[in-house]
């Protein structure tokens, strides 16, 4: 399901669109702190399309990757700092593009020697 990245979602939302339950989604934001959705006056939680995606990757990672809370967390830290593998496989291509340019030129290096 799309996203709008203007709308605000409701817990009840996010939980329906992730198919995870509401308290999964709680337990969450408690041991992730990059999962942070606004907060209305009344405590009310509002999530917008950043902290969806936050949530859908928090998921694939426990549940498709089968990593515990903490690797989980440590690895979200780093793909949101632009470190750790690649998600996508254009990423992974744009990469070993990178990697093969890089040893070309040690080999240049070396032949020049």
Not at 108 to 111: F, I, P, S, V, Y
């Given at each position: 399901m799309q996203t709008n990245p203007n709308r605000r979602?409701?817990?009840s939302e996010v939980s329906e669109m992730l198919d995870v339950g509401p308290h999964l989604l709680r337990q969450?934001?408690?041991?992730f702190p990059q999962l942070k959705p606004d907060r209305s006056p009344t405590g009310r939680?509002?999530?917008n399309a950043n902290d969806i995606d936050i949530a859908r990757r928090i998921k694939?990672?426990?549940r498709h990757e089968k990593m515990t809370i903490k690797g989980a967390r440590i690895?979200?830290?780093q793909e949101l700092h632009g470190e750790g593998r690649p998600r996508l496989r254009k990423e992974m291509i744009?990469?070993?593009e990178r990697i093969q340019e890089e040893?070309?030129?040690m080999l240049?290096?070396?032949?020049d020697t």
């Open positions: 979602y409701s817990i969450w934001e408690e041991r939680r509002y999530y694939y990672l426990i690895r979200l830290a744009d990469l070993a040893v070309r030129a240049d290096l070396l032949d």
